[in-house]
């Protein structure tokens, strides 16, 4: 240990590496970026193509299986999802852990690539890229009581200044439509200047144009020719000449010509009032706070320029919410830091405490800039990890300096007993450091959205333990030999005494008693394993929330009218059940449903989003999670309640449903009958409610079998037909223009249609390729039937997922899905060919399970590697981890004070206590090893446990201090991690009172057997050589 002895002898190094390190992570700490959560990639590869005017079944049939069959050989692949609905296809590629996303994406690409050709010719080019999960940073909503165009043309303006500050990403806007040149065509005047769609379409694409035309010369001058054409305004589309057999029409002549906007697609209120919203992403290493404060000087900036009457609104603003949770969590570390320092205080003289406690910062400063170094950002998640360490990264200069002080005190010269007293401890001082890299390493190895969110934690803390290792052997050893003095009895804390008298009296009690003893800790053991196995468990628990959203889908024929009267009848239940100075803001999308859980967002007059904001948990007492539990019981018993109301509100990182059931099979109408039997038997299950099905029959389809040999005959085909009646719905885009700064749509469209669009579509005429008129009956076959309103496919099989939620008092989502599963189970040998599977929270929750256990039984070993290296013994370490088990009971303890169901943070808290609560126990027997060498084993015993009696103590209430402000964290973000601590915290607490008597009580019984089998041994040995003797 060459560094102790450098350290030691050059005082002024060591004061400036400290100096350096602090600096440095402070000056780091200014600079790197802060968001709430961190961002994280996944292996998900996305394939999206829009194929606009298709039906779902099309989409299906002609673009979703063929890109699927030709990507399906790829080994890379681990999962295929897609949906197919109306004029769009998403294919979701689910990869194996460790592959590249990027790579796998160029892979995929050239696959669609081959494939283009059998594609249909409409489609829009695919578009395949890897997935990255966005986290919205603020919403912003400009309304108010003005003309809608008026509104309109200020949140534009709004909209191109938010777009040019710095950091801002991806912006989706909401209750805003696209303009439009209608064309709108007279089909009577179309038949009379024997014209067609078509025809009226070349007129004006070749009207339109805006080309470059290559480059002339002149002398010494070049000259770029440009070709201009572009339209731009009503009356110049009027006056585009049609060619007919009579001359020339203007396009006057046979339709008129308004500049509107898209078919509205989405609506936006905020507050009850009609709204254009804004949800805006940050890009992806930008600052989320310094981005906000943009935004928001952009906005005061624009509010003076806004006619009366419109108003902005700031809603779901992250950096507020990271700012304050950011604040909290660092008064939970200074309250921390304050419990150490004060636990510190109370068992070492003031000088012992100061330089201990220096480590703190040292180990905090020097992690920052691991973090700067590997790319950590600092958010919640970090910043919990950096709390959670807080007493244990002073264990190893807890175990250092007292062993000093010890030196010290007796007689010996500080700069020696520094050296010695260091070297004493390094090795186990550098095992419990390794034991606790080894408890969080595997947590690394945690795949998908969560394991990736939690991994953070167990990195931050693997640097801060690096850092306060090399502190504990390169910075402290100087100030140890520097400021360390001897300590009188008076200066010595009596009280400390006393208690090591009593914990020594009880010890050669337990010693005596030590069969008796172990047989009362056993038993208390499995009657808490016991207790243990019939908690309930959940992946996180929620006990209040700042905000939730309300996922509304009505009857499927419904239009956005209809919609919107149900979202403003829960704005009004909301309003009416909410006290005012809970309810901040809400905010409703009408036609966009952003909560469907399969990367998708779904679309379509039906549907809606309601997010529903409430002040700070500071600004108020009530519990915003029992008030959305209020809302909803209103809105389920209302008489105008929609087909489904999912209320949700999530804590943590994105999760699945709690029930989420996937019904794969090939026919829809089967799929549909288990789906409703599946509905129908979770309805009975208490606790369970907002009950769906994704499998929906969608608006009346009118399919088109067209004649192609008739057609042929007539110089038609499909794509003229469909064009045809594509006019006579949405329209047909002629060309593209600019309206201002935006693009815009010229689209030919017949004048309104009567009702009956059978009867319409069947006498609806023509023309042929020699000039004459045919209905498009006497060439289509026209027929209604029922269409699926998006086709869901996992593992290139249809499927039918039925989800659910869960109320957390009744039950748990693993019961749920338990029961579920047995129905299913019955119920599908019924139905040959049919199967299902857990997706959701349930799948969520299995994944990142399998991969704890394995990562639990990855630290058991390297644990026992460690150890046994360190004892040379292959059994003295079962000796030590032997308290693991006995420290669950702590675990169990603090969860069931929590009242609250065991969670997946409480998993891996649990975890992590592996490696922290050996620690002690290999100090102490590393120390009894060493006394044994001289001493009988009781009493090499008895001085090993009064030795090491109070750093045992100090260590464990310093990391039991540095956790104690996690551990009732009840509200924020954070929330879901505060089990973590407790399990950390609570199991390391009575892990300790546990090993200071079983560790002892262990290390006699096995020397009892080892004596045993020696004596037995001996006394066979010594039969057999009498017998010998006697047979000679």
Same mark, same amino acid.
């Given at each position: 240990m060459n560094l102790i002895g450098f350290s030691i002898r050059n005082p002024v190094f060591s004061n400036l590496l400290m100096v350096g390190v602090i600096i440095s992570g402070f000056l780091i700490y200014l600079s790197l970026p802060l968001e709430t959560f961190p961002s994280v990639g996944l292996e998900i590869v996305t394939v999206r193509t829009s194929y606009q005017g298709a039906t779902a079944e099309d989409v299906e049939r002609l673009v979703t299986i063929p890109i699927e069959e030709e990507i399906s050989d790829l080994s890379a692949i681990d999962k295929v999802r897609s949906v197919s609905?109306?004029? &769009?296809? %998403?294919?979701?590629?689910? $990869?194996? *852990? @460790?592959?590249?996303?990027? =790579?796998?994406?160029? +892979? %995929?690409?050239?696959?669609?690539? !081959? %494939?283009?050709?059998?594609?249909?010719? @409409?489609?829009e080019e695919p578009i395949v890229k890897e997935f990255e999960p966005n986290f919205p940073l603020i919403n912003v909503s400009i309304g108010g009581t003005v003309d809608p165009l008026i509104l309109r043309a200020e949140a534009l303006k709004l909209r191109d200044k938010i777009r040019l500050v710095k950091g801002v990403g991806s912006l989706t806007t909401s209750g805003m439509s696209d303009p439009v040149f209608w064309v709108e065509i007279d089909p009577l005047k179309l038949r009379q200047h024997n014209l067609s769609i078509g025809e009226v379409k070349e007129a004006i694409e070749g009207r339109n144009i805006d080309l470059?035309?290559?480059?002339?010369?002149?002398?010494?001058?070049?000259? $770029?020719?440009?070709? =201009?054409? =572009?339209?731009?305004?009503?009356?110049?589309?009027? &006056?585009?000449?049609?060619?007919? @057999?009579?001359?020339? %029409? *203007?396009? &006057?002549?046979?339709?008129?010509?308004?500049?509107?906007?898209?078919?509205?697609?989405?609506?936006?209120?905020?507050?009850?009032?009609?709204?254009?919203?804004? $949800?805006?992403?940050?890009q992806k290493n930008a600052h989320a706070v310094e981005t906000v404060k943009r935004i928001h000087k952009e906005i005061d900036a624009a509010r003076g320029?806004? *006619?009366?009457?419109?108003?902005?609104?700031?809603?779901? #603003?992250?950096?507020?919410?990271? !700012? =304050?949770?950011?604040?909290?969590?660092?008064?939970?570390?200074?309250? @921390?830091?304050v419990l150490v320092l004060v636990v510190l205080a109370l068992f070492l003289n003031p000088r012992a405490a100061a330089?201990?406690?220096?480590?703190?910062?040292i180990s905090f400063f020097g992690a920052l800039v691991l973090m700067k170094m590997f790319g950590i950002t600092l958010n919640l998640i970090s910043m919990f990890g950096m709390v959670l360490v807080i007493g244990i990264v002073v264990d190893d200069a807890v175990v250092v300096v007292e062993n000093v002080q010890r030196y010290v005190t007796s007689g010996m010269k500080a700069s020696k007993a520094a050296l010695i007293g260091t070297r004493e401890v390094a090795v186990p001082v550098m095992a419990t450091v390794l034991t606790n890299l080894a408890a969080f390493l595997p947590l690394l190895i945690a795949g998908g959205l969560i394991g990736k969110f939690l991994s953070i934690i167990p990195q931050v803390a693997i640097l801060a333990l690096l850092v306060s290792l090399i502190e504990a052997f390169v910075i402290m050893p100087s100030h140890c030999a520097e400021f360390l003095k001897p300590v009188t009895k008076n200066q010595s804390r009596k009280w400390v005494i006393a208690l090591r008298a009593t914990y020594m009296k009880a010890l050669v009690f337990v010693l005596r008693k030590r069969y008796a003893a172990m047989t009362v800790m056993f038993a208390v053991l499995f009657v808490s394993l016991a207790v243990a196995a019939r908690m309930p468990v959940v992946i996180f628990y929620l006990r209040d929330t700042m905000e939730y959203i309300v996922r509304v889908r009505m009857p499927a024929q419904s239009n956005l009218d209809y919609t919107e009267s149900s979202v403003k009848h829960i704005e009004e239940i909301t309003r009416s059940e909410t006290p005012p100075h809970v309810l901040k803001n809400i905010l409703s999308v009408v036609g966009v449903d952003s909560g469907g859980g399969d990367d998708v967002t779904t679309t379509g007059d039906h549907v809606a989003t309601i997010f529903v904001e409430y002040e700070d948990f500071e600004k108020r007492s009530e519990n915003g999670k029992e008030i959305m539990n209020k809302v909803r019981g209103r809105v389920a018993h209302s008489v105008a309640a929609p087909e489904v109301a999912d209320f949700v509100a999530e804590v943590g990182p994105p999760v699945g449903k709690p029930v989420n059931v996937r019904i794969m099979g090939g026919d829809s109408r089967v799929l549909e009958e288990i789906s409703m039997r599946l509905e129908r038997f979770l309805a009975d299950v208490p606790g369970v409610y907002g009950i769906s099905s994704d499998l929906i029959w969608g608006k009346s389809e009118v399919n088109l079998n067209v004649d192609e040999k008739k057609a042929s005959e007539l110089g038609l085909n499909t794509t003229k037909i469909a064009r045809e009646v594509r006019a006579l719905g949405d329209g047909v885009d002629a060309a593209l223009t600019r309206v201002g700064k935006e693009e815009a749509s010229i689209r030919l469209k017949y004048r309104s249609p009567p009702a009956d669009v059978v009867s319409l579509l069947n006498t609806h005429q023509i023309k042929t390729a020699q000039g004459g008129r045919i209905t498009l009956g006497s060439v289509a076959d026209i027929e209604v039937q029922p269409a699926l309103l998006d086709i869901r496919r996992v593992n290139y099989r249809r499927t039918a997922t039925v989800t659910a939620e869960v109320d957390q008092a009744i039950t748990t989502s693993n019961r749920a899905n338990s029961e579920a599963g047995k129905f299913l189970s019955g119920l599908l040998g019924d139905y040959p060919g049919y199967s299902f599977e857990f997706g959701g929270e349930e799948e969520d929750f299995a994944a990142a399970l399998q991969d704890i256990v394995r990562a639990s039984i990855i630290a058991f070993m390297l644990i026992y590697i460690v150890l046994a290296s360190i004892l040379n013994s292959y059994s003295q370490p079962f000796i030590i981890m032997s308290v693991m088990p006995f420290a669950l009971i702590g675990v169990l303890f603090g969860v069931l004070l929590r009242a609250e169901p065991f969670t997946l943070p409480a998993i891996i808290g649990t975890i992590a206590l592996m490696g922290v609560v050996v620690n002690d126990s290999l100090v102490l027997m590393d120390f009894i090893n060493r006394r044994r060498r001289n001493m009988k084993r009781i009493f090499a015993v008895a001085v090993a446990a009064k030795y090491r009696f109070r750093p045992i103590i100090i260590t464990s209430l310093t990391t039991f201090g540095g956790l104690s402000s996690l551990m009732y964290q009840t509200r924020g973000e954070t929330s879901f $991690?505060?089990?973590?601590?407790?399990?950390l915290g609570f199991g390391l607490l009575f892990g300790t009172v546990i090993l200071l008597f079983i560790v002892p009580v262990l290390y006699i019984?096995? #020397? +009892?057997?080892?004596?045993?089998?020696?004596?037995?041994?001996?006394?066979?040995?010594?039969?057999?050589?009498?017998?010998?003797?006697?047979?000679?």
């Open positions: 609905s109306e004029g &769009s296809s %998403v294919i979701v590629i689910e $990869l194996r *852990p @460790g592959e590249d996303p990027v =790579k796998i994406a160029q +892979d %995929v690409e050239s696959r669609v690539s !081959q %494939v283009r050709s059998r594609l249909p010719e @409409g489609i470059p035309a290559g480059k002339m010369r002149q002398g010494e001058f070049e000259y $770029l020719i440009r070709t =201009k054409g =572009k339209l731009r305004s009503e009356n110049e589309i009027l &006056s585009i000449p049609l060619p007919t @057999g009579n001359g020339q %029409v *203007p396009v &006057s002549s046979i339709a008129t010509v308004r500049i509107g906007t898209e078919k509205e697609v989405t609506r936006s209120r905020i507050n009850g009032r009609p709204a254009v919203s804004f $949800l805006i992403n940050k320029e806004f *006619p009366e009457g419109i108003e902005v609104f700031i809603t779901n #603003d992250k950096s507020v919410v990271a !700012q =304050k949770r950011f604040s909290t969590m660092l008064k939970s570390g200074s309250i @921390g830091l330089i201990t406690a220096a480590g703190i910062p $991690l505060a089990p973590m601590a407790i399990a019984l096995l #020397d +009892d057997a080892k004596s045993f089998i020696v004596t037995r041994v001996s006394a066979s040995s010594a039969l057999r050589a009498a017998r010998r003797f006697a047979g000679r």
